[in-house]
Each structure stands twice: as C-alpha cells, then as structure tokens.
T-cell receptor, first 114, second 114 residues
Framework: EAGVTQFPSHSVIEKGQTVTLRCDPI?????LYWYRRVMGKEIKFLLH????????ESGMPNNRFLAERTGGTYSTLKVQPAELEDSGVYFC????????????FGNGTRLTVT | GDSVTQMEGPVTLSEEAFLTINCTYT??????LFWYVQYPGEGLQLLLK?????DKGSNKGFEATYRKETTSFHLEKGSVQVSDSAVYFC?????????????FGTGTKLQVIP
C-alpha cells in the first residue's frame, strides 16, 4: 500500500507570507494527525482529525494555523502569516479507526521562514 | 499531562559498540511505549513497541523493555553499525477520549563511526 505522502518536502518562505502544507494519508485511514518538530526539540502534537472532523486541536499554536480535511481524505495545514518561529519539520501521520492502531508517518515537510 | 524524557544527544559511538539510550515517561493512564527512528532524509518509522508492563519490544537488533516500576523504556543494541546512525525518538501513546494521542521525547541523535 502507498504510505503517507506529504508535500512539499521543503518550503522556504519569507516572514509574513502564506504557506500550505498537504498530507495524503493511507487510503482508508480515518485518523489523521499533524505534528511539528522545532529544531532540536520534541515532536509536538498539533491536531487530530477523525474523518473530516477535528477531534482534538489542542496543540495548534495560534490562529495563524488553519487545518482542514475536506471529505475526510487529504488534509492541508495553512500558516498565514508565517513567522520565524514557525520554522521546523511538520509531520503528518494516519492510522486506522480502532484504538491503539499504529501511526504511519510521512517524511515531513521542512519549513524555513526567513 | 503525559511527557517523555530521553537522554540528550548527540551520541557518538564506534562501530560494534554497545548502545543505550535512556527514556523515562510520566502518564496518567496505562500507555503503550514506542521507539521511532528517523534516518537521514526520511520520515519517522516505528522501530519497536511494547504495550504492557514487562513486555520487551525488539527489531533489527534493538530491544527495549517496558518497566512500569521505574517508568522507563530504555533502548539498547549490543553492536551498532554505521547504518544505525539516525535520530531516535521515545514515545508513548495514551487513549484520550477514546482516541490515541502520541507524546514524543526530544529525540537522540546517534552517530556511529567506522
């Protein structure tokens, strides 16, 4: 089966610009997660979708971040306007619908805000 | 809330040396424990897991034992290879509202030199 795919793999933007990250989960996976790793720190949870609904968005840093999952398939994470501290690697993961099903991660998008 | 603490890196070892990366956790529930690995240029991959006390997870020569009494899940390998150079993340998964939430440590970079 195809894995979780994310694009772009890298993005370099200037402060104040907008960036949209995309994640395509494994087909049939109801759960979709976004995580972020700022340089040298832990991988932090951002939010969790179950199908098209936001189950938990307690990790979203502020209202400059907007995540959507149209039709319960792919998801986008938009940062608008981007700030320097938003730089990091954004990971997407998906899992099947049952509790404790393993998470499958994408390769991540490395975002650099200059 | 849940948290994971792992030893800071980087860790530099010679090939065939013994590896230990310490990991301790705090959790309100009864979590599952994981080690993920990120090889250069790749995404996060599940290395091994343990779902209950005294379980031992193992894969690719790596092992970790779920120690409830010491809340630890230390990663070990008897003889490391250059190809093991990567960043290793300890993580726990707890059920929150019926859905699993994964909490990661900061990651430990391992460099194995020939």
């Amino acid at each position: 089966e195809a894995g979780v795919t994310q694009f772009p793999s890298h993005s370099v933007i200037e402060k104040g610009q907008t960036v949209t990250l995309r994640c395509d989960p494994i087909s049939g996976h109801d759960n979709l997660y976004w995580y972020r790793r700022v340089m040298g720190k832990e991988i932090k949870f951002l939010l969790h979708f179950v199908k098209e609904s936001k189950q938990d968005e307690s990790g979203m840093p502020n209202n400059r971040f907007l995540a959507e999952r149209t039709g319960g398939t792919y998801s986008t994470l938009k940062v608008q306007p981007a700030e320097l501290e938003d730089s990091g690697v954004y990971f997407c993961a998906s899992s099947q619908g049952w509790a404790n099903s393993p998470l499958h991660f994408g390769n991540g998008t490395r975002l650099t805000v200059t | 809330g849940d948290s994971v603490t792992q030893m800071e890196g980087p860790v530099t070892l010679s090939e065939e040396a013994f590896l230990t990366i310490n990991c301790t956790y705090t959790a309100t529930g009864y979590p599952s424990l994981f080690w993920y690995v990120q090889y250069p240029g790749e995404g996060l991959q599940l290395l091994l897991k343990a779902t209950k006390a005294d379980d031992k997870g193992s894969n690719k020569g790596f092992e970790a034992t779920y120690r409830k009494e010491t809340t630890s899940f230390h990663l070990e390998k008897g003889s490391v290879q250059v190809s093991d150079s990567a960043v290793y993340f300890c993580a726990l998964s707890d059920l929150t509202g019926g859905y699993q939430k994964v909490t990661f440590g900061t990651g430990t970079k391992l460099q194995v030199i020939p």
